[in-house]
């Protein structure tokens, strides 16, 4: 019997491979400290109650502070939760999570009042708010809290609802820490013999295994642990539903979809033309599951079949400072000082945690901030392009941070999730182009082309697929009608069946999929990803293909943060998503590139 390898625990990982997070504080006990400082800080939020129609000054002193407190507590909130997300079974960092999430909670209660107090004000004196010198700098949150007002509860009702916020997320806590920290997959045996675990990291890589009865093997053990916890993940998915549902009316939204969208300016036409543009390309998809069937060589395509290379010889391994290196060349387009800042953070400035380890939380992502780096969390894997892809979406994300802390006051930094997904996609697009073009095989310039049809089929038509399931689940829930774990199987099985195709071979437990999505706890959030990688197509063609204006455009919009609703970002930098060419255009590039990898099998 081979040794079974098994992840190390966090105590053991080497330094190197890890972030710095004393770039946010030396040590827990810093944290302490600061955390007591900024906890004593809310009571100031009083001092401002009921003065807020005296002058655009004292507005002005509002924000100010208002502003300072969200910064602090925003690089605690960001130290905590980097630790736990690093070893998510540690009961000290689940302790600072808690207590940051408590004060935060309360922090809300104490602030509720500034919203519901400034839209009470006369309309004239919100106007004179708006021209005023005193405010330029917080113009667009005035704008906003206008624009907002008929969603605004009194100030009474809103304390309430802030009071409730801790408890609002327990769902998506419970799914959380369910999956990530109390599941335990077992062991599979890999291609080679070796006894590996099975994780949410190690999943993707097992799928990508060329022993076809690997791949069977990992997923039917994968989501057998589902099966087992399938009642309790359709009790918490339902129960994050209903509280969608519920603050959506509360807040006189017309549904949870138009509640979510809002705050983006960003309407449902957008979503929706996102699905039909899908629907009338699923054709392309189903031709692409054939040719997958037909190049592997089985009688039926099961889900275990999607994601491992067509071609042998495609199969490549890349360490992480390989991985780095493509990275920083793929982007050159951007210029050498985007590329001198990225190198250096990803490598001495360890901006990233790299590796999986026991009780590390799954997948990865960006996680900067107004102070201190923009950190990444990766589980690596080397084997495949799926690893180097993600290190460049991620350090899209991470550069957009750093960009926009740089280059915008506190107030305006962040940007949406809505343009976030543009900046990490982008990367992902210039990587493919400068794969491609130094292939040195047939075999690994076919891959690449697999790679690109795969990630537009993840990214756009996968991710549609789960926006239209939000959309229909949610509509249920406002029905009055109940999603049972029947329910929830049922219409993610239609799904499946409408987005694979008739030839597609369905096995029941693939309907445990919508049960494992954790994007679901943070409602329609998913079609980003489609219409963000829309518009980084378009984007990348610009900056490849044209100058100087196209680059510093680009540039631009980074730096821009959140200064702006996202359509206008996106305008600004070129791409209008509210007419349906960017999706079509994606749509056409996933046909060309079907076609092309057709001719090879």
């Not at 369910?178 to 675990?197: I, M, P, R, S, Y």
Request: include cysteine.
């Amino acid at each position: 019997m081979a040794k079974a390898k098994s992840l190390p625990p966090r105590n053991k990982v080497k330094e190197a491979d890890t972030w710095d997070l004393s770039l946010l504080f030396k040590s827990d006990k810093a944290w302490e400290t600061a955390f007591k400082k900024w906890e004593k800080q809310i009571d100031t939020f009083e001092t401002y109650r009921g003065k807020l129609g005296k002058s655009a000054k004292t507005v002005k002193e509002c924000f100010d502070f208002d502003c300072a407190f969200d910064r602090l507590g925003e690089k605690l909130g960001s130290y905590a939760f980097l630790k736990q997300s690093q070893d998510v079974g540690n009961s000290t960092y689940q302790g600072m999570v808690q207590q940051f999430s408590f004060v935060a909670t309360r922090s809300g209660e104490v602030a509720s009042f500034i919203a519901p107090e400034l839209q009470a004000l006369p309309s004239k004196t919100l106007k004179s708010y708006m021209k005023s010198p005193v405010l330029k700098d917080f113009r667009i949150q005035l704008e906003r809290l206008i624009r907002n007002k008929p969603h605004i509860l009194s100030g009474k009702e809103e304390r309430l609802l802030a009071m409730q916020g801790e408890v609002a997320g327990t769902a998506s806590k419970v799914f959380s820490q369910l999956t990530d920290a109390d599941f335990k997959f077992g062991h599979v045996k890999n291609e080679k013999g070796e006894q590996v675990e099975l994780s949410q990291g190690s999943f993707s890589v097992f799928l990508e295994s060329p022993k076809r009865a690997v791949r069977k093997k990992a997923y039917e053990q994968f989501y057998g642990l589902f099966a087992d916890h399938q009642n309790t993940l359709a009790a918490t998915l339902s129960s994050s539903v209903k509280q969608d549902v519920y603050r959506a009316r509360v807040r006189n939204h017309p549904s949870a979809r138009e509640a979510a969208l809002f705050s983006d300016n960003v309407p449902t036409s957008v979503y929706d033309n996102l699905i039909g543009s899908v629907h009338n390309n699923l054709d392309t998809m189903y031709r692409y599951l054939d040719i997958r069937r037909k190049a592997l060589k089985v009688k039926e395509l099961h889900a275990y079949d999607t994601y491992v290379p067509l071609f042998k010889g495609g199969r490549v391994k890349i360490p992480y400072d390989k991985a780095i290196e493509h990275t920083c060349n793929a982007v050159a387009p951007l210029g050498k000082s985007y590329v001198n800042v990225l190198r250096k953070g990803l490598s001495e400035g360890r901006w990233s945690d790299r590796y999986e380890n026991q009780g590390k939380r799954s997948g990865a992502f960006s996680a900067g901030g107004f102070d201190g780096p923009p950190y990444i969390l990766m589980n690596y894997k080397e084997e495949g392009f799926n690893g180097l892809f993600t290190l460049a979406h991620e350090a899209g994300h991470s550069m957009h941070t750093y960009y926009s802390a740089k280059n915008q006051p506190f107030q305006n930094y962040q940007y949406t999730i809505f343009v976030a997904e543009v900046a990490s996609t982008f990367n992902e697009q210039l990587l493919g182009k400068y794969l491609m073009d130094n292939a040195k095989t047939k075999a690994v310039k076919t891959a690449l082309i697999s790679e690109e049809i795969d990630k537009i089929r993840g990214t756009i038509i996968r991710q549609t697929m789960f926006a239209e399931y939000e959309k229909i689940i949610h509509a249920i829930a406002e029905a009055g009608e109940p999603l049972t774990l029947e329910c929830l199987r049922r219409e993610y099985r239609a799904l499946l069946e409408l987005y694979f195709g008739p030839k597609f071979a369905i096995d029941d437990v693939q309907e445990l999929e919508g049960l494992r999505i954790p994007h679901f706890y943070s409602a329609f959030y998913v079609y980003k990803y489609a219409t963000g990688l829309s518009a980084a197509i378009a984007l990348s063609e610009m900056v490849s293909n044209g100058g100087t204006k196209e680059r510093d455009r680009y540039l631009n919009f980074l730096k821009s943060g959140g200064s702006k609703f996202p359509l206008d970002l996106l305008r600004d930098a070129g791409v209008d998503l509210e007419k349906p060419e960017p999706v079509d255009a994606a749509m056409a590039r996933f046909k060309e590139l079907v076609d092309e990898l057709e001719t090879l099998v």
